[in-house]
C-alpha cells in the first residue's frame, strides 16, 4: 500500500504544480487581458477627444458661414438700393451720355481726317521723286 500511496503523493504534487502552471498561465493571460483593454480605453479615449475638436471646428465654422436666408436677405437689400440709386441717377445720365457719346464720335471722326491726310501725305512723299520733272 506504501506504493499506491507514493503514486497517489506524486500524482497529487504532479496536479498541485499543473494548477500552478495554469493559476500562472491564467494570472498572465489576465495581465495581458487587462492591458489590452487599457490600451483600447486610450484609444478610444484619444478617438473621442479628435472627435470632439472635430466637432468643435465644425461648430465654430458652421458659426462662421451665413445662413441662406441672412443672404438672401442681404442681396435683397443691395438689390432694392441699387435700384433706388439706378433711378435717382438715370434721369440726369441720359443726356449726359448722349452727349459724351457724341463727343467720343467727333473724336473718332477726327482722327480719321487726320490719319488720312497724314496717309496722302506719305504715298505723295513717296511718289514726288517719279511725278518731279527731271
Not at 83 to 90: D, F, L, N, Q, V
Not at 111 to 130: K, R, S, T
Request: charged share 30%.
Amino acid at each position: 500500500m506504501d506504493e499506491h500511496h507514493v503514486t497517489i503523493s506524486a500524482a497529487a504534487a504532479h496536479l498541485a504544480l499543473q494548477i500552478l502552471e495554469l493559476e500562472k498561465r491564467m494570472d498572465l493571460h489576465m495581465t495581458y487581458q487587462r492591458e489590452a483593454v487599457e490600451k483600447a480605453s486610450r484609444d478610444l479615449h484619444e478617438r473621442l477627444q479628435e472627435m470632439n475638436r472635430f466637432r468643435e471646428e465644425n461648430r465654430e465654422l458652421t458659426q462662421r458661414f451665413a445662413t441662406t436666408e441672412a443672404l438672401e436677405n442681404r442681396i435683397l437689400t443691395v438689390m432694392v438700393k441699387v435700384e433706388t440709386i439706378e433711378k435717382g441717377i438715370t434721369p440726369h445720365l441720359g443726356p449726359r451720355v448722349v452727349a459724351l457719346e457724341m463727343a467720343k464720335s467727333n473724336l473718332e471722326g477726327r482722327f480719321w481726317a487726320l490719319a488720312a491726310i497724314v496717309v496722302i501725305i506719305e504715298v505723295f512723299m513717296q511718289l514726288w521723286p517719279l511725278l518731279r520733272p527731271h
